[in-house]
């Protein structure tokens, strides 16, 4: 999706990434991301939180007219629990080698 | 603020849990992401207030098996109840994607085009596969997305990747 961003503002379409793969989008190198620090699945907002994904869709277009510089990253301030577990549960990798646990 | 183990990075980094992940299983040949110094930049070219958005998005067409493989376009008024995103590697035991808002925000920008934040939108969003090659993606699905854009006069693109 990254590369698909380059390509179109390289025909003069401005572009926003609105993401939560906060490396492999800014590896690629885009115009503008916008970054929620979510597991993947909701880069718009939580399901079913209607001020939350305004607030993310407004903080994208405001990057629209603000950003000056090709690579310009913008951090939601949304936080999706106090646990955090998703961030080892996704593609885990049971502790017996050679065992995987199928968390995708 | 989380507990957090403040001996790791603060963000999750998929590039190397995924190389983890793929080793484990057996797999010795990481993938290769896209990786450049540089991106383009191009300038608004009229207000917001005056232009046309879009969405593209990296989910499916419920009922379409084409719609996986292929660019797709398809309307935005009524907003879609449901899109097909099983085939994507998003996080399925932390969270869902039954509210299509929270990954294609259409009625989120119906509403700023009522209160006059943008000047409209695109009749159509657009799918994209997500491919293991990159070649493909820019050689053929990005031309043909930027084509769909064209033919519907969009001005800017919000990209909405799962």
Redesign the interface.
């Known amino acids: 999706m990254s590369l698909v961003a380059r390509y179109l503002e390289s025909n003069g379409l401005p572009t926003v990434v609105m993401g939560s793969a906060r490396d492999i989008v800014e590896q690629c190198g885009v115009p503008r991301f916008v970054f929620t620090d979510f597991p993947l699945g909701n880069p718009c907002g939580k399901p079913y939180d209607v001020p939350m994904q305004r607030a993310i869709v407004g903080i994208a277009l405001d990057l629209l007219e603000t950003a000056r510089h090709p690579r310009t990253t913008v951090q939601t301030p949304f936080q999706w629990d106090t646990v955090g577990d998703w961030r080892t549960t996704y593609m885990q990798i049971s502790a017996r080698a050679g065992e995987n646990e199928e968390s995708t | 603020?989380?507990?957090?183990d403040a001996s790791h990075r603060?963000?999750?980094?998929?590039?190397?849990?995924?190389r983890?992940?793929y080793l484990?299983?057996g797999y010795g040949n990481p993938y290769r992401?896209?990786?450049?110094?540089?991106?383009?930049?191009?300038?608004?070219?009229k207000p917001?207030s005056t232009s046309r958005?879009a969405l593209?998005s990296?989910a499916a067409l419920p009922a379409d098996e084409r719609s996986l493989r292929e660019v797709y376009a398809a309307p935005t008024a009524p907003p879609p109840v449901a899109l097909f995103?099983d085939h994507r590697?998003?996080?399925?035991?932390?969270?869902?994607?039954?509210?299509v808002?929270?990954?294609?925000?259409v009625r989120?920008?119906e509403?700023?085009v009522a209160a006059g934040?943008?000047g409209g939108l695109s009749p159509r969003f657009y799918g994209?596969p997500?491919d293991y090659s990159?070649r493909r993606?820019?050689d053929e699905?990005?031309?043909a997305?930027?084509d769909l854009?064209r033919a519907d006069a969009?001005?800017?693109?919000?990209?909405?990747?799962?």
């Open positions: 603020m989380s507990e957090f603060l963000f999750v980094s998929y590039i190397d849990k995924s983890a992940y484990a299983r992401w896209a990786r450049h110094e540089d991106a383009p930049f191009a300038s608004l070219a917001l958005v593209i990296t995103t590697s998003w996080h399925k035991t932390a969270t869902h994607t039954r509210d808002e929270s990954f294609l925000p989120r920008l509403e700023l934040r943008i994209v997500t990159q993606t820019v699905y990005a031309p997305v930027r854009c969009v001005d800017v693109a919000l990209l909405v990747p799962l």
